[in-house]
């Protein structure tokens, strides 16, 4: 009889956006009439920018011409729209990577789970708590964790609080950790990190000989010229650092689908023969075999985002987002809620009032003035007391929604 893979048993079951189905779907049935507000999604409303849509079309003609027509292409990407990364959005802002380090895929999720096909068994693995699923989820499937205890922690992760006490900036940890997942901007709690800050955990992974995964999904929404968009404006990055990108959440390819990984040549882990190997011959090697690269009209969208047109047009779509995040401070704050993010990034994280647990809180919101948003504690023990907001909606529903709040809800 053939098996499975055991580890999948140990999931927690996608608990956390299936029981915010429910509840809104029971309470959408006892009110039929209720016009139910969902902030609690991380995916786009805004259609995609003219320029890649042109783009795109353009492509979708080449297809057409046996002397333009692309068949498989380069597992690794195009090496006209690397090249355009490397230039714009790394070498740029003082990051020296080459376009032969970045590897164009269909999203940060896959990349973020599939890279632990290349690391070994016995790494310890650091999180920070609260944190984006599927680091947690996809280390549980790769057989890196142990068991989930009732808070839901698996055991054998390192897990980092973050929350208001530590101003959602994880403490570098005591111990030894292999590799750390870090994400800025970050989802759920819309924080930011500093270059010292990042300096500081560069200094620890190269001082421990760790791997950082700094997830860079929401770099777009970065407002403050102080902060770093890339792990790679760090000295000593190259060396300890693997980011991921993504064209989902600046571009509105939630649905269409491009995102990159950046692998420095310099990076190397330890072999079980002592010996260190570099992690970007593993990955190409990866990818090449599990992978047949993203479609060619994609790729000529994603390219048109580095245009002039294409520039102006995501500034324009991700200033709507930030904009509705501002609305939504603005407003929750007027409230008397204590609320953090949402100044660099397309999510406000509230502290609950009156001491009431994220599901309580969302309970509340619901039922008076039926909003949705997401309980903080789904995305770790430490998130809870903490809801999300999310500002991928439209203008007309975060105003109304806050209108509700603002009427009915002041604490
Ligand atoms: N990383 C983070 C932190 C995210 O919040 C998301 C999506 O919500 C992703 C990655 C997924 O990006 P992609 O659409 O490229 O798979």
Redesign the pocket.
């Known amino acids: 009889m053939a098996t499975i893979n055991d580890n999948y048993l140990k999931l927690k079951a996608g608990y956390l956006f299936p029981e915010i189905a429910r509840r809104v779907n029971a309470f959408a049935q006892a009110n039929p009439d209720a016009k139910i507000i969902r902030l609690g999604i ?1 995916d786009v409303t805004e259609p995609l920018p003219e320029a890649c849509r042109t783009a795109m079309i353009k492509a979708v003609e080449d297809m057409g011409d046996r002397s333009s027509f692309k068949g498989y292409g380069p597992e690794q990407g195009y090496n006209w729209l690397r090249e355009k990364i490397a230039t714009h959005d790394f070498q740029a802002r003082g990051a020296a990577i080459e376009a032969d380090e970045i590897f164009i895929s269909d ?4 990349d ?1 789970g599939n890279i632990l096909d290349i690391f070994g068994k016995n790494n310890v693995i650091a999180v920070t708590d609260p944190v ?1 699923p ?1 680091y947690v989820d996809t280390n549980v499937m790769a057989g890196n964790t142990g068991d989930a205890n009732e808070k839901g922690e698996y055991g054998g992760l390192v897990y980092l609080p973050v929350t208001a006490e530590n101003n959602f900036t994880a403490e570098i940890p005591s111990q030894k950790v292999d590799l750390i997942y870090l ?1 800025f901007p970050n ?1 759920p709690t819309g924080a930011t990190a500093t270059k010292e800050h990042l300096q500081a955990w560069v200094n620890y992974a190269k001082a421990n000989g760790s791997i950082i995964f700094f ?1 860079a ?2 770099e777009a929404f970065i407002t403050d010229p102080s902060l770093p968009h890339s792990i790679f404006e760090i000295e000593g990055a190259r060396d300890c650092a693997i980011e ?1 990108r ?1 064209f ?1 959440k600046n571009a509105g390819f ?1 649905g269409t ?1 491009c ?1 990159l990984t950046v692998v420095p040549k310099t990076l190397t882990a330890k072999a079980a023969d002592g010996s260190n190997v570099e992690l970007w011959k593993l990955w190409n090697r990866r990818q090449s075999t599990k992978f047949n690269g993203v479609s060619y009209i994609i790729q000529r969208g994603a390219e048109a985002v580095y245009s002039e047109a294409g520039q102006t047009q995501i500034k324009a779509l991700v200033n709507f987002y930030l904009d509705n995040a501002k609305i939504i401070r603005q407003e929750l704050t007027n409230a008397g809620l204590n609320v953090y993010g949402g100044v660099n990034a397309p999510y406000v994280w509230v502290k609950t009032p009156h001491g009431l647990s994220s599901w309580e809180f969302f309970d509340k919101l619901l039922e008076t003035v039926n909003v949705v948003g997401t309980p903080g504690s789904g995305f770790g023990a430490a998130g809870e007391g903490y809801f999300r907001i999310s500002a991928f909606n439209s203008r007309e529903n975060v105003e109304e929604a806050m209108k509700r709040i603002t009427a009915k809800f002041t604490v």
């Open positions: 991380g999203g940060s999720k896959c973020s984006y599927v994400c989802n997830d999904a929401y991921f993504s989902s939630t689908r995102a």
